[in-house]
Every structure is written in structure tokens, then in C-alpha cells.
């Protein structure tokens, strides 16, 4: 019983960080209208942002977190100039192969600036155990799932106790009538995306601190983990997106228990396909149209 | 007239000159190496690209013959080297190619070179499969089925003491040589294995694995892979996991261990056919030679990378005027006396050859060398 409540914690907390991984998706394709395919890398340079902010001002998680976040964003604003703004009107396959090519690009000049190698990302959290034999919290699980709750709880504050946050939702509905609402639609567009960015870099600093390692390859995996979590949350529902990566690292991390590590992924999808059987809407409630 | 005739007779001289093997320019061969420049085992990579450099410059510099490397970047993804090994086949101009990293690349390679009559030496692969697989695939690594056996009889039995063993180890075709190597060898020693988890090559996540391991209470677990040992060591640590010693099979002494995992990889023991310290003086020379062009420190890869330069330019030299892929293959087989910095090479009829190997452990973020070559006696 030990052993299934210890892989039930790793479960939590990997799902904790796909779920962050998986809300920012969630926010990019609600507010874009687009699905994207650069959420890996943004994944990956805030990972490298954290890196070398630990590596100039030391091991400071909330300084870690800023610099993650506001890197992330950063590159958010030159995907959405690339990839979406041009093309609002364009046939959606345009920006999706538009993402898809960026992805390559920044994937590739990642290697070239921070090296193939893999980076050490240790002791920014002490090795802390809590708990008796095999069951228990280690100190960075509960960092990670704190850092998820904190932001989860700040981005629902911002989405409805705040003018942009409701400009968002509004966008995130219907485009036409928030223009007509005389809301700018383009530059709140551009918002989102960087949060929806700025949340997938935080969740990349917390995938570097947990596995203490990052490398420029690191987004190929991490971002289809994000894709499917979204899908499962219904795309553009961010509360269920959240429930979606929760409930995809238990099943890999359940699946894994009773079987082999080697079949993680075939666990991961075989979970998606079913629900997407039973319920092609994910766990949102939302039945309307996909984007 | 007189001047006509002498000067008639110095151009016909300095064309005799010119034709002269003394003034030929040295022919100039190509070799086509792929490597994992990129990717989870792009340290190994990188040694590949630096050491064989080094070699084929070496060569070239004492003029006899030239080499020309051209280096693919195989992502240690075995779809890409069977692209690459296709590429090499069919430009006429490459008369062998060198390479890959792991057993999976070079076994996916193996058929494409067999058909079409090109030698592929890899300096590293060790599934005891993969030279059998066509006359021209060659390995100078040694194989799984004399590592992993070592591994079991005298690093976990004689050496560390070991009881009860957990395994963990890379889903691919080297890993499954390894470990059912080590497995049989392991059962004959009255070794007891309390677990044996496995896992696909790109995972990120060792934490349900390592507590499955951790369920069998083993006193040694043994780690078999290389890119990702670091991150297995350093998630043990994570776990809170203290009261198992770390075994690993597989990276040699890579510099990715020290630098990734550095306290956390102290006390950890590894094999390795050869080992680079201040009593091995020529082996030294020369990897503060390649430390000085890569900024680390060579493990056994990239040593078995320079030596298979040397293996393909004493082929070609041996073939004599007619230079094929067929006579590179035939003199590579057939290599007698050759000496190269990780000691004698003499292929079996397979194409691979059996080493002798070393107990390392790690101690004061450093690689020490425990046992000498008659350990195992």
C-alpha cells in the first residue's frame, strides 16, 4: 500500500507540472484561436532562463520564477509577430506550419547559443525528505506543486477580478464581439500569448529543478505532454486543461506501477484516446465548437 | 640548337620528377563519420568529432596518405544513421565510414552497408550482435557478453560485496545485451535480483521507477545506460534514497557524470576497458591534447574514435596501389600487430574483439581506478 501511495505522489507531481504546462497551452490556443507547436521550446528557454539567472544572482526560486516567466513571455511576443498576427484571417494551416517552423528555429539556435550538452540544475532545492520509508513528500515535490497552486490561483484572480483578464475571456469566447465591444482584440491576443508563454517558461524552470537537468532538446517531449493535457481539458478550458495534466502523470505514473516504465507514453495516449471516445469534448463542459 | 636540346631535356626531367612517387601528392581518401553531435549522447559525439580529427590530422601531417572526414550529426537516432549510412553507400567517393555511438544506430546501419559493400567500424558498439550482422560491420569496443559478465562476477561480487541487486537499464539494443548479459552471469554467481525495471531511451522521469526498486530494498542497483545515468543518480538522490551503493555499466568514465551529478555520483563504481591517469603517460599526452581542444576531460569513447582513424589508415595502406571498400574490408579483417592507444586490436572472424577490463569508482568528485587488468585472474 506504501509503495502505491509513493508512486501516487510522483504521479501528483508530475501531472502538477504538466497541468502548468497544459493551462499556458490552454491560454495561448483560447486567446490565439490556434493550436501551436512552439510551446515546447518556450517550455525550454524559460528552463534556460531560470539556468542562467541561478548561475548570476544564485539559487533565488522567485527570482528564478520572474526570469522564467518574463523570458518566456518575451519570446511569446516574437511567436505571436511570426506566426499569428499576420495571419488572423489567413486559412489556419498557415500559422500552424508557421509554429511548427519556429519551433525548429529556435529549437536549433538553442543548440548553437547554449551548446547540445545537458546542464546541471542541482542543488537549487536542497535533497530534503519527508516521511517514513518509501512514502513521503520530497522537499522539491512540494516546491513544485506549491509554485503550481500559486500561479493557478494568481491567473484565476487575474482572469476574473481584472479588466484585462476579462478583456481576455472575452477574446478567448469570440473575437467579433469583443471587437464590436471595442475591445483590441490584437493586442489582447498578444497579451495572452505571452502569459500563456510566460506560464509554459515557469513550468519549464520547475521541469529543470525537478529532473535537475535541462538541455535544448528538452521541449520535443515536454510540449506534446502539454498538447495532450490541453486536448484532454477541452482545448481552450483552462480549469479542466489542469485536471487534464494532473490526471495524465497519475495514469503514466499508476500505469508505470503495474507494468514497465518503457510503456509510459502508450499509457499516456491510450488514456487520451478513451476519453476522447467517451467524451470528445475532454473534461470541460464546454460543447461548442473546437478552435 | 644546343640550348634547344637542354632545354628540351629539363622539361622532360622535371616531368620524370613529377611523375616520381618522391613528388606525388599523397591521395587523398574520404571517410564518412556519423556521430551523435546532437541529442542526449552529444558529449560522446563531440569526443567522437574531436578525437577522430585529431587522428586523421596526425596522419596527414606525416604525408603518406590523406584523409578527409566527413562528419554527420546521427542525433544517436537510429532512423537518422540508416539515412546517413545510405547517403555514405551511395557516394562513390567514401571508402569506409566510421561510427555510430550506440549499438541501436549501428545495427540499424549494419544492413545498408552489407548490401552495399562499404566497411562500418564503430569505435563503441558492444551488442555481441551487431558485428555478426554482416562481414562488414566491425567494432573495437569489446563486447556486452565480456563487460557485463566482469560486471556481475568482479565488480558486484568480488569487488563491492554485493547480495541483493536492483537493475535499471535502457529499453534499447544495447541495453537489453547488457542486462541479459549481466543477468545470466549474475544467476550463476548466486547473485539475488530483487528488481528489474526498464524504460524507453528518451525518458525524462525515473521517480515510479526508482520507488519500484526502492519497494525490493536491493543493496547495490546497477544502471545501464550512458546519456542518462546522471539524471538516474541524481533522482535516486532526490528520493532520499541513501542506503544503496550505485553501480553503473555502460558510460565509461564520462566527464556528463562528474559535472551532472557531482555529489551526488561519490562512491559510485563503474568497468571500463581503459583508463586514463599519470601511470598511463602516453595516454595521458594525449588527452591533455584532447582536453585542450574539447574542454573535458576524453572517456573511453572518444579514445576508441581515434583508434578506429588509425584502424581505416592502416587498411588503406595495406591495400596497397589499388585502394577499393572491398581491400578496406579485407585488411581491416585480416589486421595484424596493430597497437593503438587503447592497447592491441585484432579482429575475430566477427569483426568485434574481447577486452579486458578495469573497476573505477568515483571519489572526491574524481574517477580512481580500484583494480588493474589482472583482477580479474
Redesign the interface.
Same mark, same amino acid.
Given at each position: 500500500m506504501d509503495?502505491y501511495l509513493?508512486?501516487i505522489i510522483?504521479?501528483i507531481?508530475?501531472g502538477s507540472i504538466y497541468a502548468l504546462m497544459a493551462i499556458g497551452y490552454s491560454v495561448v490556443v483560447g486567446v490565439v484561436g490556434l493550436v501551436t507547436f512552439t510551446h515546447g521550446e518556450v517550455i525550454m528557454l524559460g528552463a534556460f532562463a531560470a539556468y542562467y539567472t541561478f548561475e548570476l544572482l544564485g539559487n533565488n526560486l522567485v527570482i528564478g520564477v520572474l526570469a522564467s516567466f518574463l523570458a518566456s513571455a518575451f519570446v511569446g511576443i516574437f511567436i505571436f509577430k511570426v506566426c499569428y498576427e499576420r495571419f488572423f484571417n489567413a486559412p489556419r494551416h498557415i500559422s500552424l506550419i508557421c509554429t511548427i517552423g519556429t519551433s525548429m528555429l529556435l529549437r536549433n539556435l538553442a543548440?548553437i547559443i547554449f551548446g547540445?550538452?545537458?546542464?546541471?540544475m542541482? =542543488?537549487v532545492v536542497p535533497?530534503?525528505?519527508y516521511g517514513q520509508g518509501?512514502v513521503?513528500f520530497?522537499l522539491?515535490q512540494l516546491i513544485v506543486i506549491a509554485t503550481v497552486i500559486s500561479l493557478s490561483f494568481l491567473l484565476f484572480i487575474f482572469f476574473n477580478r481584472t479588466r484585462w483578464g476579462i478583456m481576455l475571456r472575452a477574446v478567448s469566447q469570440d473575437k467579433t464581439a469583443a471587437a464590436m465591444m471595442g475591445i483590441n482584440v490584437r493586442l489582447t491576443a498578444l497579451l495572452g500569448n505571452s502569459i500563456g508563454c510566460g506560464l509554459g517558461g515557469v513550468a519549464g524552470m520547475l521541469?529543470a529543478i525537478y529532473?535537475?537537468?535541462l538541455?535544448?532538446?528538452?521541449g520535443g517531449?515536454a510540449g506534446m505532454k502539454a498538447f495532450s493535457s490541453s486536448v484532454l481539458g477541452g482545448l481552450t478550458n483552462i480549469p479542466s486543461a489542469a485536471v487534464g495534466g494532473l490526471c495524465l502523470g497519475l495514469v =503514466?505514473?499508476l500505469g508505470?506501477?503495474i507494468s514497465?516504465?518503457?510503456f509510459?507514453?502508450m499509457f499516456a495516449f491510450v488514456f487520451l484516446l478513451l476519453v476522447l471516445i467517451v467524451k470528445p469534448e475532454g473534461f470541460g463542459r464546454k460543447t461548442g465548437v473546437r478552435p | 640548337m644546343k640550348k634547344k636540346l637542354i632545354g628540351l631535356a629539363l622539361i622532360c626531367v622535371i616531368f620524370a620528377l613529377a611523375a616520381s612517387p618522391a613528388f606525388a601528392a599523397p591521395k587523398t581518401y574520404r571517410i564518412g563519420v556519423m556521430a551523435p553531435i546532437t541529442g542526449t549522447n552529444a558529449e560522446y559525439g563531440k569526443g567522437f568529432q574531436i578525437a577522430m580529427k585529431m587522428a586523421a590530422d596526425e596522419i596527414n601531417a606525416k604525408g603518406e596518405i590523406k584523409l578527409e572526414l566527413i562528419i554527420k550529426d546521427s542525433k544517436g537516432d537510429p532512423k537518422e544513421s540508416a539515412d546517413i549510412a545510405r547517403q555514405f553507400a551511395d557516394d562513390p567517393s567514401i571508402m569506409a565510414i566510421l561510427g555510430d555511438f550506440t549499438s541501436s544506430c549501428c545495427m540499424a546501419a549494419a544492413p545498408i552497408v552489407d548490401e552495399a559493400g562499404i566497411v562500418l567500424l564503430s569505435p563503441t558498439a558492444s551488442n555481441p550482435d551487431y558485428a555478426s550482422m554482416s562481414k562488414y560491420a566491425f567494432s573495437i569496443m569489446g563486447r556486452q557478453d565480456g563487460e557485463a559478465p566482469f560486471f556481475a562476477t568482479y565488480l558486484l561480487k568480488k569487488y563491492a560485496g554485493a547480495k541483493n541487486v536492483g537493475l535499471i537499464w535502457v529499453n534499447s539494443d544495447w541495453g537489453k545485451s547488457a542486462h541479459d548479459n549481466l543477468v545470466i552471469q549474475a544467476k550463476k554467481e548466486g547473485l539475488n535480483i530483487v528488481a528489474d525495471v526498464n524504460y524507453l531511451p528518451d525518458e525524462k522521469d525515473f521517480s515510479s521507477a526508482i520507488a519500484k526498486l526502492r519497494r525490493e530494498k536491493p543493496d547495490h542497483i546497477v544502471i545501464m545506460d550512458q546519456g542518462l545515468v546522471p539524471n538516474i543518480i541524481n533522482q535516486i538522490a532526490q528520493a532520499g534514497w541513501t542506503d544503496v551503493r550505485i553501480t553503473t555499466l555502460g558510460p565509461g568514465t564520462s566527464e556528463q557524470i562528474l559535472n551532472l551529478s557531482k555529489k551526488n555520483a561519490e562512491g559510485l563504481l563503474l568497468t571500463t576497458p581503459f583508463f586514463i591517469d599519470a601511470d598511463n603517460k602516453p595516454a595521458k599526452a594525449w588527452a591533455d591534447r584532447f582536453a585542450q581542444i574539447a574542454g573535458f576531460f576524453p572517456t573511453v569513447h572518444p579514445a576508441c574514435a581515434y583508434d578506429t582513424v588509425y584502424l581505416i589508415a592502416a587498411a588503406i595502406r595495406n591495400s596497397g596501389d589499388k585502394v577499393t571498400r572491398e581491400s578496406i574490408r579485407e585488411n581491416l579483417q585480416n589486421l595484424k600487430g596493430f597497437v593503438g592507444l587503447t592497447g592491441p586490436i585484432q579482429f575475430n572472424p566477427a569483426g568485434d574483439i574481447f577486452r579486458k577490463y578495469l573497476i573505477v569508482a568515483v571519489e572526491n568528485g574524481k574517477f580512481v581506478r580500484k583494480t588493474d587488468y589482472e583482477y580479474a585472474k
Open positions: 509503495y509513493s508512486q510522483n504521479g507531481c508530475q543548440q547540445p550538452n545537458n546542464k546541471p542541482l =542543488e535533497n530534503r525528505f518509501v513521503g520530497t522539491v521541469l529532473y535537475q537537468t538541455v535544448a532538446t528538452m517531449s =503514466e505514473n508505470i506501477t514497465s516504465a518503457s509510459r507514453d | -
